[in-house]
């Protein structure tokens, strides 16, 4: 079984009684990882789908029936709900739940994007759990799951003198993650065939079975085709008035589907920062998927690779630290871009070019660093063997050792 970066993160006894929620895409191993824990737990846990008639059944005949199954076991006991958001007024099935057991239980809640969705309207869970994202493998975990989920340094630059010491990494790792994506079934399987047949039922089912469910969405060929059209433009800001043109649907139509797909765990968007960077630009956020695979440029798929592992990496350091971390990039005027700038607490804390081949790191983003405070900058490259100071704070690093 693979481990998971965020197995001792999310299960850390720093976070007190607080229920744990687990969100991110479908099938990127939130029950395996739930699973995992309450094997490990003494007493063992206990797991309940809500799909299943007979556990809704039996919570209509007692609202805490799983105490019947624990009723011998000493100490606090971990239960595991998983879909319960599909049941109708899931929170304050919750709320009653938890308030009445949380002596005795600690709970885990997971889901995907209506788990997401559903935990954002309303309060009535206030103050009664933490939420941690679990994503599709990086290469990280597939390195040292432990040392991934470690919380990040303070400072950028140590963060990047710790890959530069780190020891060459296993060869294949990256180039299997760049072949197969980082949804683990596919990945474990290592056949293209099976990958192809397991993206276009995965995309499908997302489309179908959780757009049509949560929206109002009728005609969701649409999405389809939006999402067919969005791997050739990954790595450029994204106009919504030539999408509408191209799919004959109006901008806010378009506006709202591009909403949905980051909703559903299908893409994510990575936003223009303009802050205090001279001749800076505003323009339109950059769309990347969550399966790489659908790329077939080996640049644009390499760039869409690193913003997925940048993303990883915000998100488990804010859920180790409790801090804020999140992820943008940078473009001028003169259409001058560094890929990735990443924030800590809303302050550029360092900057990421993504590119094949090694070479100088060249000035524009020099410049963007020190408009930015001098934070470093950081050239990523696909070329193994690469492990470099250009010069303070400027690095050249390949893939495989920083990530």
């Known amino acids: 079984m693979l481990e998971r970066a965020l197995y001792n993160t999310a299960f850390s006894q720093s976070w007190g009684r607080q229920m744990r929620f687990i969100t991110g895409p479908r099938q990127s191993g939130k029950t395996t990882v739930s699973k995992l824990k309450l094997a490990k737990s003494k007493p063992p846990g206990v797991y309940y789908l809500w799909d299943l008639r ?22 606090k006991t ?22 009445q057991t949380e002596d005795r239980y600690q709970f885990i809640v997971t889901g995907s994007a209506k788990l997401d969705l559903f935990r954002k309207a309303g309060d009535s869970l206030s103050g009664r759990y933490f939420t941690f994202h679990l994503f599709p493998l990086c290469h990280g975990e597939l390195r040292d799951a432990k040392r991934l989920g470690i919380a990040v340094a303070d400072r950028a630059a140590d963060f990047i003198e710790q890959a530069l010491d780190r020891s060459i990494p296993p060869k294949g790792i990256l180039s299997d993650l760049l072949a197969y994506g980082g949804f683990p079934e596919p990945f474990l399987r290592h056949s293209e065939s099976f990958m192809r047949k397991w993206a276009e039922g995965y995309l499908d089912r997302v489309i179908n079975e959780d757009i049509g469910a949560l929206t109002r969405i009728i ?14 433009m990954v790595g450029s800001p994204i106009s919504q008035r030539s999408l509408s043109s191209h799919l004959e649907l109006s901008a806010p139509t378009v506006k709202n589907h591009l909403r949905r797909l980051g909703d559903f765990f299908l893409t994510f968007r990575v936003s223009p920062y303009g802050k205090n960077i001279k001749r800076a630009i505003l323009q339109a956020s950059k769309i990347y998927l969550y399966d790489w695979t659908r790329i077939r440029g080996e640049a644009a798929r390499f760039e869409n690779f690193v913003a997925c592992e940048l993303n990883v990496l915000v998100h488990l350091w804010g859920d ?6 999140s992820l943008f990039y940078v473009r001028d005027k003169e259409k001058r871009e560094t890929d990735f700038l990443v924030l800590k607490n809303d302050k550029p804390w360092c900057l990421f070019e993504a590119k094949l081949s090694d070479g100088p790191v060249v000035r524009h983003h020099l410049n963007n660093a020190e408009a930015l405070g001098g934070i470093p900058v950081v050239q990523v490259c696909r070329e193994d063997g690469i492990a470099m100071r250009q010069k303070k704070d400027v690095f050249r690093i390949s893939a495989a050792r920083l990530f």
Request: hydrophobic letters at 35%; a positive charge; glycine letters at 4%.
């Open 78 to 99: 971990w239960v595991c709900f998983d879909e319960l958001h599909k049941m109708p007024k899931w929170k304050n099935i919750l709320k009653g739940i938890y308030d």
């Open 54 to 75: 007979a556990v809704r059944k039996r919570y209509k005949e007692n609202e805490l029936f799983f105490t019947q199954d624990t009723s011998r076991s000493k100490g």
């Open 320 to 325: 180790a630290s409790g801090e804020k971390f």
């Open 219 to 232: 005609d969701r060929e649409y999405i389809f085709d939006l999402y067919n059209l969005l791997p050739e």
